[in-house]
């Protein structure tokens, strides 16, 4: 089990960036797909971003020109960067380890509106 913390949720104005963090516990890390993933109220969780361990990405098309994931195995940290937010960006954001049936953080929300 690989505990996850995630980090850099809050309130930006359409247009604007956003930075989120999520440092993971274990030296499993370095061997596992990550992942970012977000859900609103009343819908689904939804992919928005997967790293394998060999750095090959995959990202939801509604954010694939917008948003980048990247891994520091270093640090055991993932991270999601966002530009050009939109109002429909917010949601609560998780990351993930090891894939659907793997580990979740608690979550971080990213609100977008002016």
């Known amino acids: 089990q690989v505990q996850l913390v995630e980090s850099g949720g809050g309130l930006v104005q359409p247009g604007g960036p956003l930075r989120l963090s999520c440092a993971a516990s274990?030296?499993?890390?370095?061997?596992?797909?990550m992942g970012w993933y977000r859900q609103t109220p009343g819908k689904q969780r939804e992919l928005v971003a997967t790293?394998?361990?060999?750095?090959?990405?995959n990202y939801a098309p509604s954010v694939k020109a917008r948003f980048t994931i990247s891994r520091d195995n270093a640090k055991n940290t993932v991270y999601l960067q966002m530009n050009s937010l939109e109002p429909e960006d917010t949601a609560l954001y998780y990351c993930?380890?090891?894939?659907?049936?793997?580990?979740w953080g608690q979550g971080t929300q990213v609100t977008v509106s002016s």
């Open positions: 274990g030296s499993i890390f370095r061997t596992i797909i």
């Open positions: 993930n380890a090891g894939g659907i049936q793997g580990s």
């Open positions: 790293i394998t361990r060999y750095g090959s990405t």
